[in-house]
């Protein structure tokens, strides 16, 4: 049976673990802006809804978002 003092230590190493997914996930983001062009915050979003298989939900919600902007002020060419 594990020690409280066990489970602390493991505990501890996961979170090193996720520090460590974290700082890595800050690079690619970053690559993504260098190498492609994309700001940061944008592929964060895009990746998240790939990940989540959510592509085509936020779709629909920046469409009728656009809807709801052109009620408010149409789209000038």
């Not at 673990?17 to 690079?27: D, G, Q, V």
């Not at 492609?36 to 990940?51: E, M, N, P, S, W």
């Amino acid at each position: 049976m594990p020690t409280l003092a066990n489970l602390i230590t493991e505990y501890g190493n996961s979170l090193t673990r996720i520090e460590a997914e974290k700082s890595l996930m800050k690079e690619i983001a970053l690559r993504a802006e260098n190498e492609c062009g994309v700001t940061a915050g944008k592929f964060k979003r895009l990746a998240t809804d790939a990940y989540r298989d959510n592509i085509d939900a936020a779709r629909a919600e920046m469409r009728e978002l656009i809807e709801l902007y052109d009620t408010v002020q149409p789209e000038t060419d």
